[in-house]
Structure formats: C-alpha cells, structure tokens
C-alpha cells in the first residue's frame, strides 16, 4: 500500500497549458504539503494545508492555486504553465501540522514544459 | 530564520563510517533538526530528527553539540546502498521548514 500517492508520475506539456497533479494519503495524517525540486535538488516547500485549511504559502506565482477537498488530498493546478515550472513535484503528508513532524513523501511528479 | 550549510558532496568506502555536518546558525531554542536521504526517482525519506545531544536509531545517530549551532549524521558501516542524497532540515517553531542544499553521498567499493 503506498502511503502518498501522486499522479501522474511524469508530466509533459507545452507552454501556456493548465495542468494539474493529484496526491493523496492513506495515512491518516492532518497534514499535508506541495514541495518543487529543482534540477540542483533544491527542495522548496510551496504550500501546507492542515485540515483542509492553508498554513503555510510560500512566495509562489499565483498560476499554482492548491485545493484540499478533505485531509487526505491535496491537488495541485497550474495555469499558464512557463518552461521555469519544469520541476520535479512531490506531495508529503506528516501527523499534524508541528514543527518536529516528520513528512512522509511520495515519489514525485516529474513535470517538463516544451 | 534560521539557514542551513551542508557540504555539496561527500565520497567514502564501503564499510567506513560517514559524517555529515549541517550549520545552523540561527536556530532558535525550540527549533527542531531532521534529516532526510532521497534516492534517485523518489521522494525524501525521513531518518531520524533530534533536538539535543544524541540520537540513535537502527540505520543512523545524530549529534547535536550543545549551542546547537550544528548537527552531524553519522551513518556507520555504510554500504552502497547508502549512495543518495542527505538533507539537513531546521523545523521552526513557526512552523517554517528550513531545507538545506543536500548533501550528495558516494559510496565506493
């Protein structure tokens, strides 16, 4: 059983699209985030949602609107999609929204803009 | 906000122990240190995560020196399987999350 789930694994699109990547996890968890990694592994955290509702949004264009249909996923959709959004995307989820939780992630959406 | 400095890269041995250090220099006092391995085509998976002083589980110890200022993983008898990426991750009361770089760990034959 794999414990957060994200589709579609890889993702390529032309530029100006709209798109969106799907996580879900089976954990339980209240708590749950969007990451983007560069090609330099760079991790970023973009957004948090505990309970459905935002806590944390980092500075991040406004074509990326996340939405939390209830604790156990959390989407993401980007509009307009620009060739920097090219990325490597990945959900995680941890118990609740403490600062000492550890995340469990998954495997990542590969995302290429042509 | 805090900000953490880990090493780009690191090589060793098969059967060597490996230390990986990460600065902090601003962490606040109850700011909390994780650290993370990420192999190629997956997510970051958590190691282990400490506050003060020692920590020890079944694949890794962690030390954090008493200003807190730094924290070293230790991963004994590596093997190549341990070839990945580390990350150093300053958990903030605040509930920012301060990733370092990563660390890329090759492990030789």
């Known amino acids: 059983d794999t414990a957060v789930s994200q589709t579609p694994k890889y993702l390529v699109t032309q530029m100006g699209n709209d798109k969106s990547i799907k996580c879900e996890q089976n954990l339980g968890h209240d708590t749950m985030y969007w990451y983007k990694q560069d090609s330099k592994k760079f991790l970023k955290i973009m957004f948090s949602?505990?309970?459905?509702?935002?806590?944390i949004n980092e500075t991040v264009p406004n074509r990326f609107s996340p939405k939390s249909p209830d604790k156990a996923h959390l989407n993401l959709h980007i509009n307009s999609l620009e060739l920097g959004d090219s990325a490597v995307y990945f959900c995680?989820?941890?118990?609740?929204?403490?600062?000492?939780?550890?995340?469990?992630f998954g495997d990542g959406t590969r995302l290429s803009i042509l | 906000l805090a900000k953490t400095t880990q090493p780009i890269s690191m090589d060793s041995y098969e059967g060597q122990e490996v230390n990986i250090t990460c600065s902090h220099n601003n962490i606040a006092t109850n700011d909390y240190i994780t650290w993370y391995q990420q192999f190629p085509s997956q997510g970051p998976r958590f190691i282990i995560q400490?506050?003060?002083?020692?920590v020890t589980n079944e694949v890794a110890s962690l030390f954090i020196p008493a200003d807190r200022k730094s924290s070293t993983l230790s991963l004994p008898r590596v093997s190549l399987s341990d070839t990945a990426v580390y990350y150093c991750?300053?958990?903030?009361?605040?509930?920012?999350?301060?990733w370092g770089a990563g660390t890329k760990l090759i492990i030789k034959p």
């Open positions: 995680a989820s941890s118990q609740t929204q403490g600062y000492n939780q550890p995340q469990h």
């Open positions: 400490g506050y003060k002083t020692k």
């Open positions: 991750l300053v958990g903030e009361v605040n509930y920012q999350l301060i």
């Open positions: 949602y505990n309970n459905k509702e935002l806590i």
